[in-house]
């Protein structure tokens, strides 16, 4: 069993900061990447941000490029995002996501955390 716990949402004005935390657990043999969707409301779950765990080598939608970034610390098995000027249409629940590895060279699995949600007030 693999969890996901995210931490770090709330409410916060527009050109404020906000850093979302996502720590995986639980039984596997590797984390490939990690990352962040996110789901405004009526709209379609989409990428913010993904880390590829071994490299660091990262990508971003291009509505957050030079606001947002993502990091991990893989001692700890956590994804980070500090998102910096931050506006109203980040506004959204954001979900922290893993693709692991339950043995080596095994099919790959995408576990996913519970949402947390941000809301940016202008």
């Known amino acids: 069993q693999v969890q996901l716990v995210e931490f770090g949402g709330g409410l916060v004005q527009a050109g404020g900061s906000l850093r979302l935390s996502c720590a995986v657990s639980?039984?596997?043999?590797?984390?490939?990447?990690m990352g962040w969707y996110r789901q405004a409301p009526g709209k379609q779950r989409e990428l913010v941000a993904g880390i590829i765990t071994s490299d660091g080598n990262t990508n971003y939608a291009d509505s957050v490029k030079g606001r947002f970034t993502i990091s991990r610390d893989n001692d700890k098995n956590t994804v980070y995002l500090q998102m910096n000027s931050l506006k109203p249409e980040d506004t959204a629940v954001y979900y922290c996501y893993g693709v692991v590895q339950h043995a080596y060279r095994s099919d790959k699995y995408v576990y996913w955390g519970q949402g947390t949600q941000v809301t940016v007030s202008s």
């Open positions: 639980g039984s596997f043999f590797s984390i490939n990447d």
